[in-house]
């Protein structure tokens, strides 16, 4: 029981990464899962055992139920590699649908919403909000009762493009820069510039009309802000 639950600690912690690289790598999975079928049944036909037995034969090597000997160097790396490849299916479908039932719980509640694209800007909006949080693997759509979509301005209209009937009745947040609000017709759907947005929380946190109520002939410099710079000036109808 105690290296059970070390193992399940290990494992959830490390479940994103798993789930990430599992994906990458499934189609080279299916072949090192099967590998030991085909080392065992090459293995014992050569040892002239009938080809129906040395199919039941490898098959039991993959729940460590082979009790024959080990005819050659065929059967006993399938001996070995079976029940690896076993215990690997078991994490693979594990970490794979654990993700899947953890976003279905969360989709229950009317408040679920779910992150898409730069990986920082989600971080950041995540870190300010209390509704249980859907995972998804980059682009791939996922049910959710609010979507924030936070890539590049292509990558945000194509996926609402192509999902346009499933989010007609959600609430979709688009991340935009030069992208206008008559672009886009439904009244669900609503457009906000993170630097209109964190010039606007600037500015409010440091309120130029105060700071420069009792000061006369001042000369205002921002350096180094870009894009938030101009939202800055557009905020406050500044002239730099």
Request: charged letters at 20%; aromatic letters at 16%.
């Given at each position: 029981?105690?290296?059970a639950?070390?193992?399940?600690?290990?494992?959830?912690?490390?479940?994103?990464?798993?789930?990430?690289?599992?994906?990458?790598?499934?189609?080279?999975?299916?072949?090192?899962l099967?590998?030991?079928?085909i080392?065992?049944?090459?293995?014992?036909?050569?040892?002239?055992?009938?080809?129906?037995?040395?199919?039941?034969?490898?098959?039991?090597?993959?729940?460590?139920?082979?009790?024959?000997?080990?005819?050659?160097?065929?059967?006993?790396?399938?001996r070995?590699?079976?029940?690896?490849?076993?215990?690997?299916?078991?994490?693979?479908?594990?970490?794979?649908?654990?993700?899947?039932?953890y976003?279905?719980?969360?989709?229950?509640?009317?408040?679920?919403?779910?992150?898409?694209?730069?990986?920082?800007?989600?971080?950041?909006?995540?870190?300010?909000?209390?509704?249980?949080?859907?995972?998804?693997?980059?682009?791939?759509?996922?049910?959710?009762?609010?979507?924030?979509?936070?890539?590049?301005?292509?990558?945000?209209?194509?996926?609402?493009?192509?999902?346009?009937?499933?989010?007609?009745?959600?609430?979709?947040?688009?991340?935009?820069?030069?992208?206008?609000?008559?672009?886009?017709?439904?009244?669900?759907?609503?457009?906000?510039?993170?630097?209109?947005?964190?010039?606007?929380?600037?500015?409010?946190?440091?309120?130029?009309k105060?700071?420069?109520?009792?000061?006369?002939?001042?000369h205002?410099?921002?350096?180094?802000?870009?894009?938030m710079?101009?939202s800055?000036?557009?905020?406050?109808?500044?002239?730099?």
């Amino acid at each position: 029981m105690f290296y059970a639950n070390i193992l399940f600690h290990f494992f959830k912690k490390q479940s994103n990464l798993c789930y990430h690289l599992i994906m990458k790598t499934l189609k080279i999975s299916y072949i090192f899962l099967i590998l030991p079928l085909i080392l065992g049944i090459i293995g014992l036909t050569e040892a002239q055992i009938p080809m129906s037995d040395a199919l039941f034969y490898s098959f039991s090597m993959y729940f460590v139920a082979y009790e024959g000997p080990a005819y050659n160097y065929y059967v006993e790396a399938a001996r070995w590699l079976a029940p690896i490849m076993t215990f690997s299916s078991v994490l693979m479908f594990f970490s794979y649908y654990r993700q899947r039932i953890y976003n279905y719980i969360k989709y229950q509640r009317n408040d679920s919403v779910v992150l898409y694209g730069n990986a920082e800007l989600c971080s950041i909006i995540k870190q300010s909000l209390n509704n249980p949080i859907i995972e998804t693997e980059d682009f791939e759509f996922v049910k959710a009762h609010r979507y924030i979509l936070c890539g590049a301005e292509e990558e945000n209209l194509l996926f609402y493009e192509n999902h346009k009937e499933k989010l007609r009745d959600k609430k979709v947040y688009i991340q935009c820069e030069t992208l206008r609000s008559q672009l886009i017709s439904n009244d669900n759907v609503k457009l906000f510039n993170m630097n209109e947005i964190s010039a606007r929380l600037y500015w409010n946190k440091f309120d130029i009309k105060k700071i420069l109520a009792n000061i006369k002939d001042a000369h205002i410099v921002l350096i180094a802000f870009g894009l938030m710079k101009e939202s800055g000036q557009d905020h406050h109808g500044l002239k730099i």
